[in-house]
């Protein structure tokens, strides 16, 4: 089949991606920026991809005409407070004036599960999602799901900060509250296998894994498994405001997607039955089995997505392309470079820095820019990265975002996320004499941009020095 791949950079996404390849389907994938999409090169040989933003629609933004089925898997909690209900809707407003243009004949949506009758800001704008896209020409199928538990998912990666890193937590109430977790690869055999099933065509389905779960069971039953000794206890008096700052200090989230986070985890997220399973022939993972499995990909270092590398766990939500051609006029530079007798170890030292490797010389005062940028609200080191020596164009590498890292060339470009008065860059590029160059770029903005800049100059000198040794040398 010919199939839409919408929200094809988000951490669902480029998983089914792949699982749509391994079953032999023609995929399009949709997204905001072509060099945005963290695949490997040979997988972007075998698709087609499409530009395209469904919140700014230009005015000639066409779909192809005959692509059978669509998934429509965009989401926007992460990107507002406020907001992203709006965003949603209109996004999804958009994609029908478009699919309705084309031959499609099923549009599946991954929702949330929203049985209960007072609803979160956030369930309540999945359901209207849900009614939007059932204004299509095309038959519709909707999934709904909770929490999902797989390496690099939010909800995996913030029970896993919160049980390493606080061995004894004081709680909100909320963690008594009913959800109903499922493993990924579930998630997975869901999406794929109501695709072209026509008796799955304008239905509904609540999808969950084994075990009806408290938050404060999922993580004692965390801590079990990984042999941590854990306490919580438990308060009314902790706010919405205090569990979103709480979460955020803590875990690798954003604040945004904290505060949406916390909102929704007062209401009970607990699948109803249905026959899909039987119909699909699925087998149901426990929830301690979607914990082994997200640990074997990551000891494995084959975690395929993460939700830290969507545009939205970082400060710049647009297209990021513009940043690609690092400016001259304006701005200040520290440029090591150094000769290297071992351009592969070195380049393979340039791939994996950063995360648990850290910046090979004075990773303490990184982790203390780190902590400083979180304090004022910024990404500080909280991201890491995904794995350990791969990395692709569009991923988050700590408080940087990746914009070119292509092995060929020998060249890795990266960009600040970080608060900073001004925009900053860091690049390592091997050149054919074996030399490696490594240069900062910042172009400051105004009087406090060049105070920051000269005040950082004796940490400059003695951090980027240090670290073009150990690259080139080793």
Known sequence: MKVLLTGANGYIGIRLLYELLKQDHEVICAVRSATRLSVPQEIKDQIEII??????LKSDQELPKNIDAAYYLIHSMSSSTESFDTMEADSAMNFVQLINTTNCKQVIYLSGIVNEE?????????????????????????????????SGSSSFEIIRDLCEKLPLMITPKWVNTKT?????RNVMSYLTGVLGREDCYNHSYDIGGKNVLTYKEMMTRYAKMRKIKLYIFTVPVMTPKLSSYWLYFVTSTSYKLAQNLVNSMAIEVVAQPNNLREKLGIELYSYEEALD????KIEQNQVASSWKDSMVSG???HNLNKYKQVPSYGCLKDAQEMKTNDPAS?????????????????TYLWKIRGYVDKIMGGV??????????????????DFWRVLVADKKEKRLLLFAEMRVPGEAWLEFEIDEDDVVHQTATFRPRGIWGRLYWYAMLPFHYFI???MMRRIAKG
């Open 51 to 56: 530009e395209i933003d469904f919140l700014n």
């Open 118 to 150: 007072k609803l979160s800001k956030h369930l309540l704008s999945r359901k209207r999602v849900e009614d939007l896209l059932y204004e299509s020409t095309a038959e519709v199928t909707v999934l709904r799901a909770g929490i999902i538990v797989g």
């Open 180 to 184: 109903h977790p499922i493993a990924i």
């Open 293 to 296: 499995m997200a640990f074997a």
């Open 315 to 317: 400060r710049f939500k």
């Open 346 to 362: 070195a380049l393979e030292r340039i791939w994996s820095i950063g995360g648990k490797n850290g910046y090979y010389y004075a």
């Open 380 to 397: 500080g080191l909280r991201r890491g990265r995904t794995n350990t020596n791969t990395i692709y164009a569009g991923d988050s590498l």
């Open 464 to 466: 980027f020095a240090g």
